[in-house]
């Protein structure tokens, strides 16, 4: 589990706090949703989870230890994997293939290790054809997939996603989704960090945060159908659900639940 | 006046074994005051269409003019602005200010001339010169940055506006600042947007065109488009859920509908037609 008990967190002695007293965790076989807008705290969570950061007070620990022991940093880092905003910024390599090598060559494993880690990360993320391609020449989603693979590759028991799914047409976002399915039923805990609520439907929980505070953690229904003001937040309601509570205003059957066109039209067909 | 693409073509490295075709045959037109929106998945040629357009890369095939002249790097100048995927990437000076005029001094302008364009431009993205101005652009939140990076293009009042994923990667309120944005340029400018959502600014388009592996595959008015959006859904981009719905709903009744995507007028058809409302 990572655990964040009461973390504490600025950049500098006199800055704001980016976070303040924040408690959540995220269990294996769990998707956690963690959502707030640019400057919430989001992407400094992130950089705590690993060890990259380090809280002020409080503490972040991964399956028991904490982030603040040296002695197990490298160890944590093979355990919880990221993958950052700014997919240019973790392509190290000048072809796709070495790039997602990468990391497990710094594992030292066997050659025939890495060659199977590396073609099946491609394959899950839908770069297989791609291994010879320079990573400049990708395209954006193309880069975004990419880092994935390269986080996979180290088979990590938890992974990281800060905003996957930004660079995406709709068939990337719903591969890269579907991914996350397998990988939570593989027993892997996964922390999604968003803005976006169209793409947390399938998440086990959604914890938001607001000022480096956390200002709401439970289920997803919860926060996308009760009655939340999701706007103070700097949250946008997904379409669909904003036309379900208007239909629901004007006395039209819906189904409150509903995520899918499907539902929304079934309701009004009954 | 307007920029204009007739059946272009480009392909990569032509005349070598690596040469990759990324756009085939398409047309396109902006007006000043215009917007169009090229939408396609990821590696469809909409990048390259950009380019194209702004002319960065020159056509393999076809033809392409701004005001009735062949557009290339040198009549494409200060003209047509393009604004890149993940602009912010690209700030580099010491404070915003510089930033933003770093493109009218390349137009020549001289120094304050260029500073004040940079405050107008700063302006028009709702960045105030006197607040932002002098801060470094390193300290910006990512809304921010990328508004101070769409200044930079403003700044130089191009004629035509081009923007490759523009609110990729912002949250709601950064999304709806640029949307913003780009809507009023229209006052000035020409406006294409590359995106694979289109819902955004599908409602404020006046046309979109459709690229699927490097193929022009529909073009034409957005009401038309909303009406049967199947070219969309065949070029693998999603159908607004909200469009979806009422087409659907619609479908159930056996009527027809000119369907919209605001939530809260889609919602106002629905229950009307239902009879669940007057």
């Not at chain 1, 600025?10 to 704001?16: K, L, T, V």
């Not at chain 1, 965790?25 to 998707?31: I, K, L, Y």
């Not at chain 1, 976002?173 to 439907?201: K, N, P, Q």
Request: glycine letters at 10%; one cysteine or more; charged letters at 20%.
């Amino acid at each position: 589990m990572i655990r964040f008990d009461d973390v504490r967190f600025r950049y500098r002695a006199q800055s704001p706090w980016a976070l303040d007293g924040v408690s959540f965790t995220v269990s294996g076989g769990e998707v956690v949703a963690l959502l707030g807008a640019n400057g919430s705290g989001k992407s400094t969570a992130v950089r705590l989870t690993n060890g990259l950061l380090v809280p002020y007070s409080g503490s972040v620990t991964v399956d028991g230890s904490s982030t603040r022991e040296v002695s197990t940093l490298h160890q944590l880092r093979e355990t919880v994997g990221i993958v950052f905003q700014r997919p240019d910024d973790q392509i190290v390599a000048t072809s796709v293939e070495d790039d997602v090598a990468f990391g497990p060559e710094n594992l030292r494993l066997a050659r025939e290790v890495i060659r199977d880690r590396v073609d099946r990360s491609l394959e899950t993320v839908g770069l297989t054809g791609l291994e010879r391609r320079e990573p400049h020449l990708l395209s954006g989603g193309q880069k975004q997939r990419l880092a994935i693979a390269g986080a996979l590759a180290m088979e990590p028991r938890y992974l990281v996603l800060d905003e996957p799914t930004s660079m995406l047409d709709p068939h990337g976002r719903a591969d890269v989704l579907g991914l996350l399915e397998r990988l939570r039923s593989d027993g892997r805990g996964i922390l999604l960090v968003t803005h976006d609520l169209g793409i947390i439907a399938g998440a086990d929980r959604a914890v938001v945060l607001s000022g480096g505070v956390v200002v709401f953690d439970g289920p997803v229904a919860a926060l996308l159908f009760g009655d939340l003001d999701l706007a103070a937040w700097g949250l946008a309601l997904p379409p669909l659900v904003s036309l379900s509570r208007a239909l629901a205003d004007l006395g039209a059957p819906v189904i409150p639940t509903a995520t899918t066109p499907a539902e929304v039209v079934g309701a009004l067909c009954r | 006046m307007s920029l204009r693409l007739e059946d272009v073509g480009h392909t990569y490295a032509i005349g070598t074994t690596a040469a990759v075709v990324a756009l085939q045959e398409v047309s396109l037109v902006v007006d000043p005051g215009e917007l169009v929106l090229v939408v396609g998945e990821t590696g469809s040629g909409k990048s390259t269409l950009l380019r194209l357009a702004s002319g960065l890369l020159r056509p393999s095939t076809g033809l392409a003019f701004i005001d009735e002249v062949a557009l290339d790097e040198a009549s494409a100048r200060g003209r047509v602005g393009l604004i890149f995927q993940d602009a912010e990437s690209q700030l580099f000076a010491d404070t915003v200010l510089d930033d933003v005029a770093f493109g009218p001094r390349n137009l020549g302008l001289e120094v304050e001339a260029a500073r004040e364009a940079a405050r107008e431009a700063l302006h028009d993205v709702g960045l105030d010169a006197e607040t932002y101005g002098s801060r470094s652009p390193f300290a910006l939140s990512g809304g921010e940055a990328r508004r101070a990076a769409i200044a930079g293009v403003l700044a130089m009042r191009p004629a035509y506006l081009l923007a490759d994923e523009p609110t990729s990667g912002l949250d709601s309120s950064g999304r709806e600042a640029v949307r913003s944005v780009l809507l009023e340029s229209r006052v000035h400018s020409g406006v294409i947007i590359v995106t694979h959502s289109p819902e955004e600014f599908l409602a404020h388009a006046d046309r979109v065109l459709i690229l699927r592996d490097s193929l022009q595959v529909w073009s034409g008015e957005t009401r038309t488009l909303l009406s049967d959006p199947s070219p969309l859904d065949q070029a693998g981009l999603a159908v607004p859920d909200v469009v979806a719905i009422q087409l659907e709903f619609a479908r159930y009744l056996d009527r027809g509908v000119e369907p919209v995507l605001d939530p809260r007028a889609a919602a106002q058809w629905i229950a009307r037609a239902g009879g669940w409302s007057a």
